[in-house]
């Protein structure tokens, strides 16, 4: 069976800064994959490139085999590709509930019917409810999401996600700017992840890398240093390197 | 001891999700409107005339707030659509075809066509390239309307307008009783439509794009399609308000397609509160009908004071009148 995810020959260059540099990589079905390396590597538009924020100077996307190189950016998403954001990006005005319903009225296509109200699509709203409730945010279902603390506000970023069924997850460092007593919520929450859908995560934090990822890739400049298990990782002296001059901690 | 807590928590649900379940339903405040309007007909009957041109004016604003106050659209062409929908009920009634509800419709149909058309081509930008594109496509159609005399009677006017009965009954009167009724009519309608599309699932992703349009790529949302629909309907609507005026006043000019005629319909929905889909139920009276007072005394004050209004209304009431009521509702509440 092909990978879950596949990028070959990858290119993205900004005039002379080449952001992602011909990067093969092979994301596997189930995989708990990390993505590390040190402020501007290029994780995020690496991220970018696979969904179709960014389009690629060169090079092939492929999902579940086939490629997605030239499909829009909600037609990957409708084939199962979701991701996260570094910086939450949520409806802020709106309740909880809502910005969940919203992503669940996406992908099971009532977001196109013009006429009835939404609230008559009660399916979407207590599947949206029965989302929450796991991740303990229920109690605030109802609550404008500027009104949630932050690393609240994470875990909204995971829900919208889950809202729309992944295949294949890539999370954006999902517990950037949460403060350290709650990060272990958002680890759980990855940790329970049904074993079904690829996930990459995108991690400073070298704790939850080495506690949920079965591979790790490093980039470093746009392009791919090293890949292989946490242990062959930990002890490669190429990684040590970057590590020590740049690291975040 | 797991069934007790799990009997709570399905409490708790049912009553979230009814809460939630039930916003679109009617509030006793969505009729004070109508029964203002009402009441209006029989205490100010020298005033139907002025009635019929404020609720085609408020068909109008509706129609933008649906733009800019719900999908976050911002134009400043929206008078595009209105002249051309009086443009075309104006050229039927001057050519032979004089029943009234049948030129509504073509003036929708039209109207809805250049919104589609000109959509496909603005709708692809944003912020002040979209404003002034926007603007462009309003200011070709009015050069338009101006070259192609021989049809729009140019920079004259389009004259000899002949409207029949509405369903061969009610003739349109001097003094605007018709109208009034007639105006007020379709505005029930087109609010009817309104409404609805704002508390479906398409009228909430529109919300969803105006907050967030990253996000709504992020969740599979087809962005640029929505926003070409809600601009076709919003522009059908403004059609069908440049046809109420044109048959209700017997008169379409160039000024139905100009840039002052956008701008003020957008300064009337800031007045009112914009995104709230009452702002123009609000903003449009106040203008129109403090427009006609002081107008009479000096055109020149008039829109000094217009514009220190607006001033006002942008430092101190921010969301209009209504995100004024809105605010004082809050603190009342939160006591
Ligand atoms: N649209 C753009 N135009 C030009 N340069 C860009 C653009 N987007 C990103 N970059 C540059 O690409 C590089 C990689 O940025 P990116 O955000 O992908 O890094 P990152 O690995 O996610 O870093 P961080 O750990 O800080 O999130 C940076 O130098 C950034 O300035
Ligand atoms: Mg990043």
Not at chain 2, 124 to 139: F, I, K, N, W, Y
Not at chain 2, 144 to 149: R, T
Not at chain 2, 248 to 277: C, D, P, Q, W, Y
Request: charged content about 20%.
């Amino acid at each position: 069976m092909a990978p879950a995810l596949e990028t070959k020959s990858l290119v993205k260059r900004f005039g002379a800064l080449a952001v992602a540099n011909d990067i093969n990589f092979t994301l596997e079905r189930g995989a708990r994959h990390a993505l590390i390396g040190p402020n501007g590597a290029g994780k995020t538009s690496f991220v970018n490139l696979v969904t179709g924020v960014l389009t690629p100077s060169s090079g092939d996307i492929h999902l579940a085999g086939e490629s997605i190189t030239a499909l829009s950016r909600a037609q990957r998403v409708k084939r199962g590709l979701v991701r996260t954001f570094q910086i939450s990006a949520l409806f802020k005005k709106l309740t909880v509930l809502e910005n969940v319903t919203l992503a669940i009225a996406e992908r099971v296509g009532a977001a196109n019917d013009l006429w009835r109200p939404a609230g008559h699509h009660r399916d979407i709203i207590e599947e949206a409810y029965d989302l929450l409730v796991p991740l303990g945010l229920a109690d605030e279902a109802l609550r404008p999401v500027t009104e949630l603390a932050y690393g609240r506000q994470r875990m909204i970023e995971i829900a919208m996600a889950l809202a729309l069924k992944p295949k294949v997850l890539l999370l954006d460092e999902p517990a950037a700017g949460v403060p350290p007593r709650e990060t272990g919520a958002i680890i759980e929450t990855i940790e329970r992840l049904p074993a079904d859908i690829a996930v990459l995560f995108i991690e400073h934090d070298m704790e939850l890398v080495f506690r949920v990822a079965q591979r790790i890739t490093v980039l470093v400049q746009g392009a791919v240093l090293v890949e292989g298990t946490p242990a062959e990782i930990a002890e490669d002296p190429k990684v040590r390197q970057v590590y020590l001059g740049e690291s975040k901690h | 001891m797991t069934d007790l807590s799990s009997r709570d928590l399905l409490g708790d649900r049912k009553a979230v999700i009814d809460a939630f379940a039930r916003r679109h339903r009617f509030k006793w405040y969505e009729a004070i409107p109508w029964l203002a309007a009402i009441a209006c007909y029989f205490l100010f009957e020298s005033y139907h005339a002025l009635g019929a041109q404020i609720f085609a004016t408020i068909l109008f604003a509706l129609s933008l707030d649906l733009l800019i106050g719900f999908a976050g659209i911002v134009t400043l062409g929206h008078a595009a659509f209105f002249g051309v929908g009086a443009y075309a009920a104006g050229v039927m009634a001057a050519n032979g075809w004089h029943e009234p509800l049948s030129e509504v419709l073509v003036a929708a149909i039209v109207a809805a066509g250049v919104g589609f058309a000109s959509g496909l081509i603005v709708l692809r930008t944003a912020g002040l390239t979209l404003l002034m594109q926007t603007l462009v496509v309003a200011a070709l159609l009015q050069e338009l309307a101006n070259k192609w005399s021989s049809v729009t009677g140019g920079s004259d006017g389009l004259l000899g307008m002949k409207i029949d009965p509405i369903f061969g009954l009610f003739r349109f009167d001097l003094f605007g009783d018709t109208a009034y009724v007639y105006c007020l009519a379709v505005l029930f309608i087109g609010w009817l439509i309104a409404r609805n599309i704002v508390y479906s699932s398409f009228g909430r992703s529109l919300t969803g794009i105006r907050e967030n349009t990253n996000r709504m790529h992020a969740i599979g949302a087809p962005v640029d399609r929505r926003k070409l629909v809600i601009y076709t309907i919003s522009a059908a609507l403004a059609g069908v308000s440049g046809a109420l005026i044109a048959q209700t006043t017997a008169l379409v000019g160039l000024n139905t397609l100009a840039l002052s005629k956008s701008g003020e319909l957008i300064i009337m929905l800031v007045i009112g509160g914009i995104g709230r889909l009452y702002g123009a139920f609000i903003g449009v009276p106040l203008y129109m009908i403090a427009q006609d007072r002081f107008s009479q005394i000096d055109p020149i004050y008039w829109y000094f004071w217009i514009g220190l209004f607006m001033i006002f209304v942008v430092v101190f009431a921010r969301g209009g009148v209504l995100g004024v009521f809105e605010r004082f509702n809050q603190r009342r509440r939160s006591r």
